[in-house]
């Protein structure tokens, strides 16, 4: 057995039995990682940190301090700050970066949980896009299709999965970039509700929309990792400390749907209602995605739910609403990388002013600049009112929307995405089309609620496709449960490229 595409429950099986040592894991994921550079996943590999992490973990096991993570590999999108791999957010700004301590969540995963480190992964220069193009090291390319983009911002980290460079990732989701790569994929992956998981050390895009998960094949894996990345967190002043967040998602994950008479009886999801979203399925939704997730709905109706039409009339204005607030939290919070703080310095200067101004022109990127001009003038003088305060009207309405429409059902569920993965650089040269793509996705991140994406197909050219599963706030464990019991009668998180099987 070679492990590489086990579930985290079996690898913890092997950990337990002694089949295997997290050492021994450690390098069948790491020697898999260098035969795959050439889909420039991994940014920063570093053996002797992920062995000497594993030999810990080892420790750990023979002495009996074994939680259901310890041992296991993870690897983090370079978002994440750790103080032993370098941290670059994809961005030449910070391309020497070292931080000084781990971001809540690699500390969980890490020392907490005992999961091993594999190193960082890929991503879109500040989280910043839809397609992994933006990262300044280059693109990541689809393991389903290497001409293809895995999606993004969090592309390297799904395109892990999928290929089998590590069991376990991390992403994080502003706008739909754990959704929506995990869709391009082929793999799991859940947006917590905003507050959920910690926001200390991940490097900020939008903080108010900002939000890290797991990424992993199945809704089992992703609630052992999310039960571990979330919780209370006094350095994020916007980590959530109610009653909701203190009662374990995997209590909730277990609770619900699996077990009793409507489990045996073959319909798990028995009175669950799930709301489909009428303008989910309009005009731009390709065929082969709208088949996938028709199929995936009449699975779920299979399992004993039933669909109600539903609408989120809002739709199309989460796209002017989000690129308004996101841009603008972007102008500011990027404001810190001056050249004197954190980063990059330019070599050419006379005086503080050009020293700032050529740091900030070499050191970011096309895509971050447009959104930190874009920012800086929807807050200035005389536009916040016209633009900014109205985004945030709007960001209001959208949240009501939802809320409206979770008195008629439980679950929203429809397309993550309008299409499969597309070309690398088919859509470099014209930013509104890319943002277009987040049409599905944005709703949810401005209303600051869970959402799933869960692998329901394939469409053209055998690209994956996934099923968008959206909940009410907190009911990530309910929501988990219901994408597992979808995965026990599919086999599309199973499925795995031909050329990484
Ligand atoms: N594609 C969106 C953007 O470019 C969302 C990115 C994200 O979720 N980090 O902003």
């Known amino acids: 057995m070679n492990f590489v595409h086990s579930t985290l429950k079996d690898l913890r099986v092997a950990l337990d039995t002694k089949q295997v ?22 940014l920063h590999i570093d053996r002797g940190l992920t062995l000497g992490q594993a030999r810990e973990a080892d420790a ?21 700050v750790t ?73 390297g980290s799904a395109a892990a999965i999928a290929a089998g460079l590590t069991p376990a990732a991390t992403g994080t989701d502003t706008g739909g970039s754990l959704r929506q790569p995990a869709a391009m994929c082929g793999i799991t992956a859940i947006k917590p509700t905003y507050g959920r998981v910690s926001r200390f050390g991940l490097i900020a895009f939008a903080s108010s929309l900002d939000q890290g998960g797991p990424m992993a094949k199945s809704a089992e894996d992703c ?75 009449s699975e779920f109706e299979k399992l ?41 310095r330019t070599r050419k200067y006379n005086d503080l002013a050009e020293m700032i101004a050529n740091s900030r022109a070499e050191g970011f990127g096309a895509e971050v600049k447009r959104r930190i001009l874009t920012g800086a003038y929807v807050l200035s003088h005389g536009y916040y009112d016209a633009y900014y305060l109205q985004a945030q009207r709007v960001r209001r309405l959208i949240g009501l929307d939802f809320q409206e429409a979770f008195k008629s059902c439980d679950f929203i569920m429809g397309p993550v995405a309008p299409t499969t993965a597309w070309d690398i650089g088919a859509k470099n040269n014209d930013p509104v089309a890319m943002y277009l793509e987040d049409i599905y996705t944005l709703g949810v991140s401005l209303a600051g609620l869970p959402g799933m994406s869960v692998p329901c197909g394939f469409g053209d050219g055998n690209m994956p496709i996934g099923l968008q599963i959206i909940g009410n706030y907190f009911d990530e464990g309910r929501m988990l449960a219901a994408a597992h019991q979808y995965q026990q009668v599919t086999d599309w998180h199973t499925r795995r490229p031909e050329a990484f099987a």
């Open 223 to 297: 609630a052992l990792l999310l039960e571990a990345m979330a919780g209370f967190d006094e350095r994020d002043s916007t980590s959530l400390n109610s009653n909701e967040t203190k009662t374990p998602i995997l209590a909730r994950f277990s609770e619900a749907f699996g077990s009793g008479e409507r489990a045996s009886a073959g319909s798990p999801l028995q009175g669950v209602r799930i709301g489909v979203p009428k303008e989910f399925f309009g005009a731009g939704l390709a065929p082969d995605v709208a088949n996938a997730v028709d199929a995936a709905l």
């Open 21 to 42: 040592s997290a050492a021994e894991l450690a390098e069948v994921f790491l020697a898999r990682a260098e035969k795959a550079l050439a889909l420039n996943i991994f």
């Open 83 to 155: 103080k032993d791999w370098r941290s670059t957010a994809g961005s030449r700004m910070l391309a020497d970066y070292v931080s000084p301590f781990d971001a809540a969540v690699v500390e969980k995963l890490g020392a907490g949980a005992g999961m091993v480190c594999l190193g960082k992964l890929n991503c879109d220069e500040f989280a910043m896009g839809s397609s992994n193009e933006n990262s300044a090291f280059g693109p990541v390319r689809n393991p389903w299709n290497p001409v293809k983009i895995p999606g993004g911002s969090s592309g």
């Open 60 to 80: 750990r096991i023979a002495r009996g301090d074994v939680g259901a993570l310890t041992g296991i590999p993870v690897a983090h999108k370079d978002i994440f």
């Open 304 to 344: 004993g739910a039933s669909c109600v039409e539903i609408s989120l009339p809002r739709t199309s204005l989460s796209i002017p609403a989000y690129y308004v607030i996101a841009p603008a939290e972007a102008s500011s919070n990027l404001s810190r990388f001056d050249g004197v703080r954190y980063g990059h």
